[in-house]
């Protein structure tokens, strides 16, 4: 069992920046695949970035390449989303999530975050 907890969402105006932050207990850390993924409201869960046990491959939505940076401290459990650039249309709730397998581009993650509000403003 893994638990996920996000934090680092806030309001911020059109052009600004934010990192987030999820740490996670439990399980080890470093064997995971982690995740960030992005819910806006009327829309469906979509995967933002996910990235490796040891950091080594990321993955990013097409849309979001450029602006978003995952990454991921293993010695403090903890993975970490830089969104630079940001846009109205960022605005959702923002999921971390871990994964057992050895890598993962999907939306079936085994363990999820409680999620933290991300709100750009124009």
């Known amino acids: 069992q893994v638990q996920l907890v996000e934090s680092g969402g806030g309001l911020v105006q059109a052009g600004g920046s934010l990192r987030l932050s999820c740490a996670a207990s439990?399980?080890?850390?470093?064997?995971?695949?982690m995740g960030w993924f992005r819910q806006a409201p009327g829309k469906e869960r979509e995967i933002v970035a996910s990235?490796?046990?040891?950091?080594?491959?990321?993955y990013y939505a097409d849309s979001l390449k450029g602006r978003f940076t995952i990454s991921r401290v293993n010695a403090k459990n903890t993975v970490y989303l830089q969104m630079n650039n940001l846009k109205p249309e960022d605005t959702a709730v923002y999921y971390c999530?871990?994964?057992?397998?050895?890598?993962?581009?999907?939306?079936?993650?085994?363990?999820w975050g409680q999620g933290t509000q991300v709100t750009v403003s124009s």
């Open positions: 990235i490796s046990w040891s950091g080594g491959r990321t």
């Open positions: 999530a871990a994964d057992l397998r050895p890598w993962a581009t999907g939306t079936d993650y085994n363990y």
């Open positions: 439990g399980r080890i850390f470093s064997s995971y695949t």
